[in-house]
T-cell receptor
Framework: GQQLNQSPQSMFIQEGEDVSMNCTSS?????WLWYKQDPGEGPVLLIA?????ELTSNGRLTAQFGITRKDSFLNISASIPSDVGIYFC????????????FGKGTSLLVTP | GEEVAQTPKHLVRGEGQKAKLYCAPI?????VFWYQQVLKNEFKFLIS????????ETGMPKERFSAKCLPNSPCSLEIQATKLEDSAVYFC???????????????FGQGTRLTVV
């Protein structure tokens, strides 16, 4: 699969702070997806992006599909304790047959 | 159903034993995917199906892994002669009809944690 470089690897922030994480690749992607995974659970889809330059929001979450189609970022505004978890970027590269390539995750810890 | 259902939630096998995992995709979804998540959180794509047909099996270790999606039955992933390195969480995901952007909005089950001892 295509390698996705996700950063940062972990973040430790205070409640109310904004958070930003991103993914980059050397390959062009058709779609970018952002998932959140809680311990012992499967990944839950947060945001899906389909067009270069697309900016999409879901509540306090905002994500963008990079113009070059090789990167994406996810922002979380005014973080709350339930934002704790591991966030993964995922995407399907051109000619990948819909299989998702995943980043290695950003572990987010939020203190009250 | 409205969610991807995976069974069992936990599975323990002795090295060399067979392991079989099951997945019922969301009703109406045409694509089923299997992923393996190992300790470092890395997801590895194994295989995908379009209905009962193998769509992409480029990630499958051919020797001991096999998978099926038969009509009117849960999909299955089977590992013959398990090895210690097969210990991981195996996720099944499904996505909607072909032809368009919904193919990659994959919804995941809760996973099966396989421990090989």
């Amino acid at each position: 699969g295509q390698q996705l470089n996700q950063s940062p690897q972990s973040m430790f922030i205070q409640e109310g702070e904004d958070v930003s994480m991103n993914c980059t690749s050397s390959s062009i992607f058709n779609t970018w997806l952002w998932y959140k995974q809680d311990p012992g659970e499967g990944p839950v889809l947060l945001i899906a992006l389909y067009k270069a330059g697309e900016l999409t929001s879901n509540g306090r979450l905002t994500a963008q599909f990079g113009i070059t189609r090789k990167d994406s970022f996810l922002n979380i505004s005014a973080s709350i304790p339930s934002d704790v978890g591991i966030y993964f970027c995922a995407g399907d590269a051109v000619n990948s047959g819909y299989a998702l390539n995943f980043g290695k995750g950003t572990s987010l810890l939020v203190t009250p | 159903g409205e969610e991807v259902a995976q069974t069992p939630k936990h599975l323990v096998r002795g090295e060399g034993q067979k392991a079989k995992l099951y997945c019922a995709p969301i009703k109406g979804h045409s694509y089923v995917f299997w992923y393996q998540q190992v300790l470092k959180n890395e997801f590895k794509f194994l295989i995908s199906f379009q209905n009962e047909n193998v769509f992409d099996e480029t990630g499958m270790p051919k020797e001991r892994f096999s998978a099926k999606c038969l009509p009117n039955s849960p999909c299955s992933l089977e590992i013959q002669a398990t090895k210690l390195e097969d210990s991981a969480v195996y996720f099944c995901a499904s996505s909607q009809s072909p032809g368009g952007k919904m193919n990659t909005e994959a919804f995941f089950g809760q996973g099966t944690r396989l421990t090989v001892v």
